[in-house]
């Protein structure tokens, strides 16, 4: 496995794409900005699906699917969406190719012009909205919780792998609500599932808040996110929650009667994840050595490889790896062995190293002898020798510790990263020269997020939740404020 | 639940399209020719799609994903592929809209077009094995066994919900291989998972062929289909499988060095299916009163009606009621247990025959005196009341019985509408008064099959596989032929 790529400290944007290309992961494509997703991250991506689906289901949503397409004139009926969202996508205009009349290869057939350009979805509202609006007609209708699963488009200039790409997929709840108070209590509701996710299965701790308005989502009252911090001190948005009051009901129409029967505008929630996590989920626990993932995520949780000199030794050690193996399997445990002949344990110790398999077995003739395995792990690196009885049960409690040990350690460093700054000098000493979240007063206005942007590229990444009362003075202007919000640069 | 719709026998093109509608599968979107999948008909494709996807990894495959747009000189690289594919299509010509100078909405940027269109996949061979050049280098990176979940768009004129839409959703296997014959099995090995998933999940009798030259995949050497009879007589392709042979390995310069040493050209696979699937389902089983479904992939399996009249009487009702629900799920069976006082057990009987629920309980205060409980099922419409012991295997055992009886009646049924015609006139009446599948024998050209398709709109549906030696002459032209092939109408 080649480890000829930069240290995070070298070069850290170069590693994360080295990695992600060298891991397996993913790769750019022939279509500028759309990646293919490889085997190995895809298993990745579908273990994260599995587990939001779930997480989502048990709350009381149900899947369905809308169309890809979404007719131009549709952005242009929520005001702050068309700002927000019209502008960078990809737009059908044809539906038909000929023959090249020169013979090579085909053309567009101009005589098959929409009569209305189709825009390849960049999220779902608009036409989901006006989909609603026949399913709607009295509260008995209500609440609708209905989720997604789709890939959609925004015409992005500079792209990253996973972390933003032209094409990408994700999940899209568009919820449908009586109350105000209800599609508030949805909002939060999925902040705590995309938190407890985050942080249960990604091993990624998240704050939780709300964004400025000048960061809230194009139609949105309100958005709710949830925000890491990367092991370079930047800040990634992992995923948003919004509040979209009457905005889309009162743009596409959708009334219902109340029980007071009362004609009344829906109210509305939407909310979303993407193969963006990918990105959070590797930049947050990764090493020099290659990737790391969490036992929850990873498609291969165990991989045992047997050490022989002569390939009859092969056979002994393999009835005992077996064992092992289907001991593990027993316990839901995902495992590889890996008896291949024709690549030797050096290269495979490397290759799960390289890969983030969190736990890997050795077994050779001393420990036949001895009865042991030879445990290593990849979060710490470290190695011990263990008696093989109950090894299933070591292993399992292991994964559960490897699991914990990465939450708590991308805690640590985010709480190490973490900084308060009171005045203008200590903020731009921070964000420049320290990175990291920095709590900071601010005086409410967009003006001075804006200013502090343009002088640092530091953005507000959230207004955290119940935060205590806690008067101040905006770093910036001075004026008055009555609460530190979150400041860093972000991805 | 309404009943407004035609019966079969009245119009059974409408009798389709209002049940689809009219039971939540799907309807019509505002994108001509898309359609939404409601919560309900989705998770019926998600139940498909969790099956599938269990017997693709089974046999060694694994997910990935590649991009939706593929550049249109792409189309032009395997001269067969273009041909049947690169003409209806949805053509990406612009990357940016900006608002509209005369203040109405948005326009197209003309400053944004693309220096190449990029075409909204209608299947990925193209973009795939562009990629697959990169990832092959030697006979060691073979087999590759891919297979992608994702949307596809092919511009239909005349659309049909599942049956035929511009977006639909479906399965692409890709796969790469050392050899011929290991390629060959692939494509078989894969024609026997979708003739498994068709009749052992969707209870769908389908006979295994390959197509004519005619009607093979755009780019395939060998297509090898699974044809499902509908009960209006007319056929459906419910999967197909291709053998590439080294078509796109040449178009798209992919070669790998062999145990032997030598460059070879890679040989190839692709293979689908799509919500198209959902149409067979729904044609397959069900009647003039509505949803019929197989209990393997019904998303209720089993509902639970209470019977009463006075609110008193259902605390009592419900306490055994759910001891059933409970003693059912614990056997993995998917119950509802209806308890809503706002609609009548009347209503909601026609409610879960209409949606084609498999078993309905129902439980008034006669049943708890005696111990019983009315068991009605779907596929018949028979009723019998129940002692209540054991009543969860009872239960489940009718499940078995439901899934095993309706693919008999599909299969009696395909078996009573496959008819043998030995003269053109014999031929010609059943194709117009009888329908179904007819054995007639074929001289093997396409002009033949032309001819024939002009005259009685029937096709070649599949040559069977191992048909037995059965010398003859063609029904049109007279001319010998060795074996009968299997025509008719089709969707």
Redo the contacts between chains.
Sequence with gaps: MAKDFPTREENYAQWYNDLVIKADLA?N???RG??????YG??I??RMQAALDKMFKDTGH???????????????KEAAH?EGF?????????????NDPDG???V?DESAKLEE????RPTSET?IW??YR?WIQSY?DLPIL?NQW??V?R?EMRTRLFLRTA?F?WQEGHTAHETKEEAIAETEKILDVYTKFAEEWMAVPVLQGVKSPNERFAGAVETYCIEALMQDGKALQAGTSHFLGQNFAKAFDVKFLSKENKLEHVWATSWGVSTRLMGALIMSHSDDNGLVLPPKLAPIQVAIVPIYRKIEQLAEISEVAVKIKDALENLGIRVKYDDRD?YKPGWKFSEYEFKGVPVRLAIGPRDLENKTVEVARRDTLEKEVLHIEDIDIKVKNLLEQIQKNLFQKALNFREDNTRVANTWDEFKDIIENKGGFVLAHWDGTTETEEKIKEETKATIRTIPLNAKSDPGNCIYSGKPSNKRVIFARAY
Excluded: Q
Excluded at 117 to 120: A, M
């Design positions: 790769e494509s022939a279509v759309s990646m293919v997703i490889k085997p895809y298993a991506w579908e149900v899947n369905a699917y809308f169309p890809l397409f979404i007719p131009k004139s549709f952005f242009s068309v019209a502008k960078e996508c990809a737009v059908v205009t044809h539906y038909r190719l000929k090579k290869g085909v567009v350009e189709l825009i390849v036409i006006d989909t026949n008995r209905v789709a890939n488009v015409w094409e997929l024709t």
